[in-house]
C-alpha cells in the first residue's frame, strides 16, 4: 500500500493546523508555507476536510482555517479516510465491504495475511492524534551521505 501525495500533503496540513490550535485560523499561504503543500493544491486538500468536519473556514480579513476539534480527538486515521478512503492494502480486505470484490475471497488461503495487514495499518493510524504528532519531535533527516552496504 502506498500513501499517495494527496495523503501525505492532507496530513501535513492538518500538523501546520495542530500545531497553532487555539490561535486563530491560518491562511492557505500559511498553511502552505508551513506544511510545504503548494497553495493551488492545498485548496483543493481542505474541501473534503472542511466536509467531514475536521475542518472549519472562518471569513473575512483575518480569516483562514482552524481545526474542528482539538488535536487530541482527532485521529490521524480519520484524516487519512478523508484524503485516501477506506484502508484497503488489498480489496479484497477493503475497510468498505462493498469493495471486497475478488471472487476468491471464500475459501482464500491468503487472506488471512492481508486482513491482519490491513488491521496493523488500522490500528497504527487510529491509535495516534493529531496531538500525538505534534508533541512527538521530529525525526531527523536521513543520512544521504551513506553508502549502501552489499548484501
Not at 491562511?27 to 508551513?34: F, G, K, L, Q, W
Not at 512527538?136 to 552496504?149: E, F, G, H, K, L
Request: aromatic share 4%; proline share 8%.
Amino acid at each position: 500500500m502506498k500513501v499517495s501525495t494527496r495523503g501525505e500533503y492532507g496530513m501535513r496540513a492538518m500538523v501546520a493546523l495542530a500545531h497553532h490550535y487555539g490561535t486563530g485560523p491560518l491562511s492557505i499561504t500559511d498553511i502552505a508555507r508551513e506544511s510545504s503543500v503548494p497553495p493551488a493544491y492545498l485548496e483543493q486538500l481542505i474541501a473534503p476536510l472542511r466536509r467531514a468536519g475536521i475542518v472549519e473556514s472562518k471569513r473575512g480579513a483575518r480569516g483562514g482555517y482552524v481545526l474542528g476539534r482539538a488535536p487530541e480527538d482527532i485521529r490521524v486515521g480519520e484524516v487519512f479516510r478523508v484524503m485516501e478512503g477506506p484502508i484497503a492494502p488489498m480489496e479484497c480486505v477493503s475497510e468498505d465491504e462493498a469493495e471486497q470484490v475478488c471472487p476468491l475471497i471464500e475459501g482464500c488461503e491468503t487472506r488471512p495475511v492481508w486482513l491482519k495487514l490491513r488491521d496493523s495499518i488500522v490500528d497504527a493510524l487510529d491509535s495516534q492524534t493529531l496531538a500525538d504528532l505534534i508533541a512527538t519531535p521530529a525525526a531527523p533527516a536521513a543520512n544521504s551521505d551513506r553508502v549502501p552496504t552489499a548484501v
